[in-house]
């Protein structure tokens, strides 16, 4: 099977994953395979690396993420989400362009991080919480989080 994509430099981001073809919007990019999985109180005890290179599951899981998935950089305007272990475009992606992802999509625990995609609506930072991001991109990402990402958002907009 001909690879979908190459990891190499991403300049000050580190390493990145960049497109070897073309993708559609709605493209399966990758799908990436599952790391192990980890209790949030056994965190501590996984080398600087592997912390640094989590995929929250709920509140108390974590999922060590594993190549390609592990270098797909953040962005304030991605151009792939992610679903499950898949990431599929979200608009059209040129070969050789990188494939990034908007880290909020899957973010539980608000922890603040510096940016570095550049984008024309970067701040500068971002805060890792779903609910962080406007209610237009919550809606829009909403079939793409987590469960109970879900769960919290139909809590919070059902009629009571």
């Known amino acids: ?35 192990r999985v980890v209790n949030k109180n056994d965190i501590s005890k996984l080398s600087k690396y592997d912390q640094k290179h989590l995929n929250e599951i709920d509140n108390e899981t974590f999922e060590i993420m594993q190549p390609p998935g592990v270098f797909v950089n953040h962005s304030c305007e991605p151009n792939s989400i992610p679903k499950g272990q898949s990431f599929f475009a979200l608009k059209s992606i040129q070969k050789c362009e990188e494939i990034t992802s908007d880290y909020r999509v899957t973010g ?20 890792s919480d779903f609910f962080s991001l406007t209610p237009k991109l919550q809606k829009n990402y909403l079939p793409y989080t987590l469960k109970v990402i879900r769960e919290e958002y139909k809590r919070r907009h059902s009629k009571s």
């Open 1 to 35: 099977m001909k690879q979908n994509t190459i990891i190499k430099s991403a300049g000050r981001k580190g390493k990145g994953v960049f497109a070897a073809k073309s993708f559609k919007k709605g493209d399966l990019i990758f799908r990436n395979k599952k790391g």
């Open 108 to 127: 539980l625990f608000k922890n603040k991080w510096k940016c570095r995609c550049g984008t024309k609506n970067c701040k500068g930072y971002m805060v």
